[in-house]
């Protein structure tokens, strides 16, 4: 349990407020009217107009973000990934995160391009959590992952080849908004889901999760990330499709979310059975496996591959 003042800052974290008021008033008013900035500038070409309009667009969108109380204000120093340098050409940044099933941007949509897997990663996340919580509870809320075609990002020392993503943890409340681990409004126990269901996309594998609650599981303390979640996924390459769990690995996400759906197909079948859904692939998370194995008909070995995790699919609900 944490203890003291739920909403004390912890030393170094700042809440920045927006010092750009003025520019705010003075876009607001324009873009009210389209038709009175068209007066004021009926001596120009259409040409001219247009990109006037994009730019008041694009500078409303980034005013709004501003006016916002943003959750990353201050620097995003997760560290660049050392492989992107062998690999970032093989795999380009060109695809685009939009609403989906589960999950949203909450920040501009210029800078929420991945590689492939990356996005599709994304949407299988959010196709799971939909299940499991429909609207009008929460989705999962996506920040920065890249700008097209990758490189330098403002703000991030990382982000630069469409695997690094920014995800909000999710509110007890049921409001998709800003917060910080220690508000009063946070949800352990749901963004631990969430991280275990992160983990355990088929699409590709998770190198790293930082982010500060210290009860939470399968993440890294970074400076900085006591607002979001920065998960780092592999290249398609490297390790693509679920993880293997086996007997022997604790405190571990996808052991969790394994035996979530174990729970579930117990139910489902009426069994009275139950596995404690501690993350630890021990001794009865590893016979439930084999006994959940031969009802599938697979291969009763205990390990949790890619056939046993496709099945489990059907169970993401009891």
């Known amino acids: 349990m944490l203890t003291g003042d739920p909403h004390a800052k912890p030393k170094g974290v700042e809440r920045v407020a927006s010092s750009r008021g003025d520019q705010r008033e003075w876009a607001g008013m324009l873009s009210k009217d389209v038709s009175f900035l068209l007066v004021l500038t009926g001596a120009l070409g259409v040409k001219e107009i247009d990109r006037l309009i994009r730019k008041l667009e694009l500078e409303k969108e980034i005013l709004a973000e501003e006016t916002e109380e943003r959750d990353d204000t201050a620097y995003d120093s997760f560290p660049r990934d050392d492989s992107r340098v062998q690999v970032f050409r093989s795999w380009p ?13 909450y920040y501009p949509a210029y800078k929420r391009w991945g590689t492939v897997s990356t996005i599709a990663a994304l949407y299988e996340v959010g196709k799971v959590w939909a299940q499991r919580h429909p609207l ?3 989705r ?26 920014d995800m909000r943890p999710i509110r007890n409340d049921g409001v998709e908004g800003p917060l910080y681990w220690w508000d009063s409004v946070y949800s352990h126990e749901l963004t631990q889901e969430l991280i275990d269901i992160i983990y355990c996309n088929g699409v590709v594998q998770v190198k790293v999760i930082g982010f500060n609650d210290p009860q939470i599981q399968g993440c890294a303390n970074w ?3 006591d607002n979001h979640l920065h998960v780092r996924f592999w290249f398609a390459d490297q390790n693509p499709g679920f993880p293997k769990l086996q007997l022997g690995q604790s405190n571990h996400p996808p052991v969790r979310e394994f035996q979530r759906r174990i729970n579930n197909w117990y139910e489902r079948t009426g069994s009275s059975t139950r596995i404690a859904t501690d993350g630890d692939f021990g001794q009865n998370t590893f016979s439930a496996a084999k006994e959940f194995q031969v009802a599938m008909s697979l291969e009763a070995d205990g390990i949790a591959g890619k056939d046993t995790w ?3 699919l059907n169970f993401v609900i009891a």
């Open 310 to 312: 496709a099945a489990s």
């Open 140 to 165: 999962v809320p996506v920040g920065d992952i890249s700008l097209q075609g990758g490189g330098d990002i403002d703000g991030h020392d990382s982000h630069e080849t469409g695997r690094d993503v």
């Open 136 to 138: 009008p509870h929460p």
């Open 93 to 105: 940044v060109q695809t685009q995160l939009v609403e989906n099933t589960g999950i949203f941007g």
């Open 223 to 225: 400076d900085n990330h």
